[in-house]
Every structure is written in C-alpha cells, then in structure tokens.
C-alpha cells in the first residue's frame, strides 16, 4: 500500500500533472460556483478531453474537479445566497447572514477552510477503509453483487427524498435503457431496432454529456434571465479569522467530516444530506449559541462544508470497491473509469492500487488548492454568477457536442447525446431524478450480469439469493430502504399528533 | 377520477414512460427466454409503479392516498413543492428548435461552420447582445473548440454530410 502511495504522490509531482490538476480544481471552483452547472456537468463535459490520456492522469483532471466543485459553490452560497450546487444550501442559512453583517471575508475563509479540511479526513478514511475493502469485495459472489446493485438502486430512489415512486420509476427506466445492446452472456444484440447505433449498447459518455450539460443548458434556456440576481459588491475582509475559527471550532468540522464520509458512502444520499444533517447536528449539539442559528454563526457554516467536502472521499468507497457509485459526480466518474478500461472491485484494488492513490492524492492536493484560490480570488469568483446564460448555454451546449462526438468520431453519439438532453431536461420539468436514472444505466448490465451468473450457479434455483448470510443481509436491507419513507411518515403523524394531544 | 389541468403534463410524462415500458415488453418477447428473463422482469414491475404515479395526480380519494403514501405529502402539497418556473410550452418548442437545428446543421455541414452561426445568433437574437459581442463569443468559441479538439487532441471534427458527398 505504501508502494502505491508513493506511486501516486510521483504521479502527481510532474508539471504536466500539476497542472490538470490546477486546471480541472479551476473548473470545478468555476462550475462548483456557478448555480447550475455543478460538478457532474464538469466532469461530464470534461470526459472527452480524457480520451488520449493515461487513466492516472485523466483521474487526476477528475480528482481536482470533484475535490474542488463544492468549494466553489460556498462562495455564492455566502456572497449571494445562492448556493452553487445543491450541497451548498446549508451554507446559506448562516453564511449569508454573516455576508450581511459585513463578515462575508471571515465565512468564506471558514468555509473554504471546512472544505479543505473536511475533504482531507474524507480522503484519510477512504485511505483506511482500503485494506479492508479488499476483504469485503472477496465476500461478494454474484448473488450477493445483484442483491447489492438492488440495494444500491433502492436507496438511491428512496434519496429521492419525497419521490419514492418517481425514484423506482426512473430506477428501472434507467436499467431498461442499461439493457440496450449486445449481451455477452448469450452474444445476442437486443432492443436495437434494428439501428447500428444501438447495437453497442446505449454510449455511457454522451448520454451523460446529454443528460447532465445539454440537459442543464436547456433548462437554463427555458428558465431564462441571468444565473444570479443578487448584488456582489460585497467586501471581503477578516479572512484569516475565519481560517482560525475553523480550528478553534476544530470539534464542529470532525463531525461535520464523519457526517460526510459516513454518508457519502451510502450510494445515492449524496452532500446534500449530509449538510443539512451535519448542520442540523450542529445546532442540537450547540442548545444555547452565543449567535443564534441562522442568523451568522461560524459553526452554521463549518459544519455543513467540512461534511459535504467530506462526502467525496466516502462516496470513492462504493465506487471503487464495487462499481456501484455514491453520487452522481461518482457515477459519471465510474464512466471514465470504465474509458480508459479500468474496471472498478477487486481488480482494481489489487492491481491499480497506483490508480487508486493517485486519486486518494489529487482529492487530497485539490481539495486544499481550491481552498487557497478561494481565499485569494473569492471576490472575482463571486463576479462569475453574474454571467448571462445566453452566453454559457451556446458555449457549453457546442463544446458539449464536439465532446459527444469526439469519444468515437460517430456522428450518431451527437444524436444520443441530443436526445438524452430532452429525456434529461424532461427530467428535471417533472422532477424526476436523474441521479438514479444514471446510475440504473450503469448498473443494468452487471445487475443482469450477476442476476445470470447466480442462476447458473444455482440451476436455476431462486434460493441463491436467500439462502446465503450476505445475500439475506443485503435483502434485509433493501426492504429497509425501502420501508424508510413510510417509517419516517409514521413516526411524524405519532410525534404530530402527540403535539396536538398535549395542546 | 380527473387529472387537473395543472397536472395534465405530468401526466403525459407519465403515459410517454407507460408507451416505452409497454414497447420495452412487447420488444422482449421476441427474444430467447435466457435473454428476456431479466428485462421482463424489470418491465413487469415498472407497470404497476406508472399506473401508481398516474393514479397519484388525480383528483381523488385514492390520488391522494398513494402520494401520501410515497411521498408523505397530499397532491396539493406536491403541488406547492413544485418547480414554479413558468414553462410555456411556446418557450420550450423554441428551444428545443434552436438545439434541433443545431444538431441537423452539424450534421449537414458539420462543427466548425456550425459553431461560429448558431453562438452568433443565440448571442445576437436570444441574448440581444451586439453584433461586435456576438462576433466576440463567436470567434471566441469556435477558436477553443479548434484548438482543443483539432489542433492539441487531434481529433477530425465532423466535416458534415455535404463534405462527404462531394468526396
């Protein structure tokens, strides 16, 4: 392990190196803190630009991007009260008010300082949990990986917070779409209708690239108007007292960064919860705050952005040891793994662990570059949500394109990716998310894959799936999942209703 | 049992799933057994979950019931919830003719013409922009997209379908 570590740190000092990494954190500081673009839209976008390289160095343009985008979105989360991407709203609640008390230096300095810090624990769990992830991925033997590729899509449609229905729907869309193509446990090409373009299955990169950018640029276009309307003449100052509050509240950034490693690695529950819980956390821990929540406290804007840093390196877990991604960065991350040939589990625990630790390094450089750029260049950053969208959606809907195309030369991935964009945008008009339909697409082949493997393992005899401890386990889990919602309504209606009655 | 006309496109949304499941069934069966075991089964289970979500949009007893029940939240709930962006459906055909036209004229004349007119003209006739800034951006764009995927990546853009006819 420490071979490979040393492996990772080397390919990550040449400049070449150094400077994907300084270019992918300076996109994903830059899409991170535009409302709307986000890092799966960077990541997405970026994909083509991987195509000639090594895989480390593709995943080091990735690593800086992931470890950077959430930074970025802190930014506007306390300069304007808008979050970049999703995992940033908790960011306002305290953040902005600290911008209106004239103390937006010292929340951007917390902040960015949580980030980094939240996204190195992040890294170093990720680290610890390697040695012991290859024992756990020996344990899975086909039953067990179809039992946990359905329990990975159940609890990312349950994520769906109050769409359950919409989450299973958009679930099994997405593993329909994954069946597309030539199978190669029976070598049959299926649901092709008799186009070329489908025989190979449906291209994961651009349908991403449909999915996540056009899709985007299309909303955008139909919503209209510019990203952000707020004013930015803020002034920043007392940026080093926010840097030291971070240490001085040096308990409320540790939780903040379990809550994100611990839930990142729960396939599909993502920042955003995390946040929000780290937060929530944070003001049951602190019953009586020297600054009420929500009105500028320090500790409002530490815990939530040491968690969703944090994530990154917990939502790796899945991803690597299993193929089965945390979030949907991670998921369009699984993409450019799965390009440059390099198949996530075992394999490459044992024999990319070089791969892995570059990524383990290029989290952990990226997550403190973007940090620095941040306390240098917040007020610049800020000026970059008042770009019109006319001027990014013609930009980034061509560059989309050319990336669609590039993959294959096949003029026909222009037209996959065009028609994901509609079944993305829909997506987004009706709320359906698209985080689980991504991840179903990745998962189609190997859940059905496995769900084979199993029956011929068995001649055909459904016992497979419960009959072994694990396998049960994970069933047992699944319908958890499952059950989540209606426990939570229940349990609602009981403290609701034991509210009024003490009324 | 009525949709109300507020929901109506989601119901759509709804019965365009429910038309690609239904296909996605009918399609599977002309395939071996090993071969749409699997799929079949995952299409069977979709169809009762769209009848569920197209039940939970109506106006009654059991609309409400079910959405409750999935999202611990009544139809009108969900309703407040919702994206309140005005979508008017004149607005979205427009779109989605502008990225039509981009996508059929990359195809007839391929990206480097293409890229130049259609950031010009969103720029200029979407964006009011000046012609100067539309030029700009144009010129701007065109040059990345060159550079990077010509020049450095060494990738051969699309030339279109004419360039390929005439040899």
Same mark, same amino acid.
Request: glycine share 10%; with cysteine.
């Given at each position: 392990?420490?071979?490979?570590?040393? @492996?990772?740190?080397?390919?990550?000092?040449?400049?070449?190196?150094?400077? %994907?990494?300084?270019?992918?954190?300076?996109?994903?500081?830059?899409?991170?803190?535009?409302?709307?673009?986000?890092?799966?839209?960077?990541?997405?976008?970026?994909?083509? /630009?991987?195509?000639?390289?090594?895989?480390?160095?593709?995943?080091? %343009?990735?690593?800086?991007?992931?470890?950077?985008?959430?930074?970025?979105?802190?930014?506007?989360?306390? /300069?304007?009260?808008?979050?970049?991407?999703?995992?940033?709203?908790?960011?306002?609640?305290?953040?902005?008010?600290?911008?209106?008390?004239?103390?937006?230096?010292?929340?951007?300095?917390?902040?960015?300082?949580?980030?980094?810090?939240?996204?190195?624990?992040?890294?170093?769990?990720?680290?610890?949990?390697?040695?012991?992830?290859?024992?756990?991925?020996?344990?899975?033997?086909?039953?067990?990986?179809?039992?946990?590729?359905?329990?990975?899509?159940?609890?990312?449609?349950?994520?769906?917070?109050?769409?359950?229905?919409?989450?299973?729907?958009?679930?099994?869309?997405?593993?329909?779409?994954?069946?597309?193509?030539?199978?190669?446990?029976?070598?049959?090409?299926?649901?092709?209708?008799?186009?070329?373009?489908?025989?190979?299955?449906?291209?994961?990169?651009?349908?991403?690239?449909?999915?996540?950018?056009?899709?985007?640029?299309?909303?955008?276009?139909?919503?209209?108007?510019?990203?952000?309307?707020?004013?930015?003449?803020?002034?920043?100052?007392?940026?080093?007292?926010?840097?030291?509050?971070?240490?001085? *509240? +040096?308990?409320?950034?540790?939780?903040?960064?379990?809550?994100?490693?611990?839930?990142?690695?729960?396939?599909?529950?993502?920042?955003?919860?995390?946040?929000?819980?780290?937060?929530?956390?944070?003001?049951?821990?602190?019953?009586?705050?020297?600054?009420?929540?929500?009105?500028? *406290?320090?500790?409002?804007?530490?815990?939530?952005?040491?968690?969703?840093?944090?994530?990154?390196?917990?939502?790796?877990?899945?991803?690597?040891?299993?193929?089965?991604?945390?979030?949907?960065?991670?998921?369009?991350?699984?993409?450019?793994?799965?390009?440059?040939?390099?198949?996530?589990?075992?394999?490459?625990?044992?024999?990319?662990?070089?791969?892995?630790?570059?990524?383990?390094?290029?989290?952990?450089?990226?997550?403190?570059?973007?940090?620095?750029?941040?306390?240098?260049?917040?007020?610049?950053?800020?000026? /970059?949500?008042?770009?019109?969208?006319?001027?990014?959606?013609?930009?980034?809907?061509?560059?989309?394109?050319?990336?669609?195309?590039?993959?294959?030369?096949?003029?026909?991935?222009?037209?996959?990716?065009?028609?994901?964009?509609?079944?993305?945008?829909?997506?987004?008009?009706?709320?359906?998310?698209?985080?689980?339909?991504?991840?179903?697409?990745?998962?189609?082949?190997?859940? @059905?894959?496995?769900?084979?493997?199993?029956?011929?393992?068995?001649?055909?005899? +459904?016992?497979?799936?419960?009959?072994? +401890?694990?396998?049960?386990?994970?069933?047992?889990?699944?319908?958890?999942? %499952?059950?989540?919602?209606?426990?939570?309504?229940?349990?609602? @209606?009981?403290?609701?209703?034991?509210?009024?009655?003490?009324? | 049992?009525?949709?109300?006309?507020?929901?109506?496109?989601?119901?759509?949304?709804?019965?365009?799933?429910?038309?690609?499941?239904?296909?996605?069934?009918?399609?599977?069966?002309?395939?071996?057994?090993?071969?749409?075991?699997?799929?079949? $089964?995952?299409?069977?289970?979709? $169809?009762?979950?769209?009848?569920?979500?197209?039940?939970?949009?109506?106006?009654?007893?059991?609309?409400?019931?079910?959405?409750?029940?999935?999202?611990?939240?009544?139809?009108?709930?969900?309703?407040?919830?919702?994206?309140?962006?005005?979508?008017?459906?004149?607005?979205?055909?427009?779109?989605?003719?502008?990225?039509?036209?981009?996508?059929?004229?990359?195809?007839?004349? &391929?990206?480097?013409?293409?890229?130049?007119?259609?950031?010009?003209?969103?720029?200029?006739?979407?964006?009011?922009?000046?012609?100067?800034?539309?030029?700009?951006?144009?010129?701007?764009?065109?040059?990345?997209?060159?550079?990077?995927?010509?020049?450095?990546?060494?990738?051969?853009?699309?030339? &279109?379908?004419?360039?390929?006819?005439?040899?």
């Amino acid at each position: 392990m420490f071979e490979a570590l040393i @492996e990772g740190i080397v390919n990550l000092s040449s400049p070449h190196s150094l400077l %994907l990494l300084a270019a992918g954190s300076a996109v994903g500081l830059l899409f991170g803190a535009i409302p709307g673009l986000g890092g799966t839209t960077a990541v997405a976008l970026l994909i083509p /630009l991987t195509f000639g390289m090594e895989p480390w160095q593709a995943i080091i %343009l990735m690593g800086g991007v992931m470890a950077a985008t959430s930074t970025g979105g802190s930014v506007s989360a306390i /300069l304007l009260n808008t979050p970049g991407i999703a995992p940033n709203a908790a960011t306002t609640f305290d953040g902005y008010p600290l911008a209106q008390q004239g103390k937006a230096g010292m929340a951007i300095g917390a902040g960015a300082t949580a980030s980094a810090l939240g996204g190195v624990i992040g890294v170093i769990s990720l680290v610890a949990v390697i040695p012991i992830m290859k024992a756990i991925v020996l344990l899975f033997t086909p039953p067990e990986f179809f039992m946990l590729a359905i329990f990975g899509l159940c609890a990312i449609a349950v994520s769906s917070g109050d769409r359950l229905l919409q989450g299973l729907i958009t679930a099994i869309v997405g593993l329909m779409v994954g069946f597309v193509g030539y199978y190669d446990v029976t070598s049959t090409v299926r649901y092709d209708f008799g186009l070329p373009l489908l025989e190979d299955g449906i291209k994961l990169v651009p349908a991403l690239i449909g999915l996540f950018a056009i899709s985007e640029m299309i909303n955008l276009a139909v919503k209209g108007g510019s990203i952000s309307q707020e004013a930015s003449d803020v002034k920043i100052s007392r940026i080093s007292d926010g840097v030291k509050s971070v240490f001085k *509240n +040096w308990s409320t950034m540790i939780v903040g960064s379990g809550y994100g490693t611990f839930i990142g690695a729960v396939p599909g529950v993502g920042g955003t919860v995390a946040a929000f819980l780290s937060y929530s956390t944070q003001a049951q821990r602190d019953p009586s705050p020297d600054i009420e929540y929500g009105k500028g *406290n320090i500790k409002g804007v530490i815990a939530p952005e040491s968690a969703n840093n944090a994530k990154d390196g917990g939502s790796l877990i899945p991803t690597l040891a299993f193929g089965i991604p945390g979030s949907a960065e991670t998921a369009v991350f699984l993409g450019v793994l799965i390009l440059h040939g390099i198949e996530p589990g075992q394999k490459l625990l044992e024999d990319h662990q070089d791969l892995v630790f570059t990524l383990v390094v290029a989290l952990t450089v990226s997550a403190v570059f973007a940090t620095l750029v941040v306390l240098a260049l917040a007020k610049y950053m800020a000026l /970059l949500t008042r770009i019109s969208v006319h001027m990014l959606i013609p930009t980034v809907t061509v560059v989309a394109l050319v990336g669609a195309f590039a993959l294959n030369t096949e003029i026909g991935d222009v037209v996959i990716a065009f028609i994901f964009a509609f079944i993305g945008y829909f997506m987004i008009r009706f709320n359906y998310p698209r985080v689980t339909f991504t991840i179903a697409i990745v998962l189609g082949s190997i859940t @059905e894959l496995s769900f084979h493997q199993s029956m011929l393992i068995s001649d055909d005899q +459904w016992s497979i799936f419960y009959t072994r +401890w694990l396998s049960v386990f994970l069933m047992v889990l699944t319908v958890l999942s %499952l059950a989540l919602p209606t426990i939570r309504r229940k349990m609602k @209606e009981r403290r609701i209703a034991k509210e009024e009655g003490s009324k | 049992m009525k949709i109300p006309e507020h929901r109506r496109a989601s119901a759509y949304y709804i019965l365009f799933t429910l038309a690609f499941v239904i296909l996605f069934i009918v399609t599977s069966y002309q395939y071996k057994l090993t071969d749409r075991m699997f799929p079949l $089964l995952v299409g069977y289970v979709a $169809l009762p979950l769209l009848i569920l979500d197209l039940l939970a949009l109506t106006d009654s007893k059991i609309g409400e019931k079910i959405s409750i029940f999935f999202s611990a939240k009544t139809p009108e709930q969900v309703d407040e919830d919702a994206d309140k962006t005005e979508r008017t459906m004149a607005k979205e055909l427009t779109i989605f003719a502008w990225m039509g036209a981009l996508v059929l004229g990359i195809y007839l004349v &391929g990206f480097l013409p293409c890229t130049p007119i259609f950031v010009y003209c969103w720029m200029k006739y979407r964006g009011g922009y000046s012609i100067r800034e539309s030029c700009y951006l144009s010129i701007a764009t065109t040059a990345f997209v060159y550079i990077l995927f010509e020049l450095i990546l060494q990738y051969e853009l699309y030339p &279109g379908i004419f360039l390929y006819w005439y040899g």
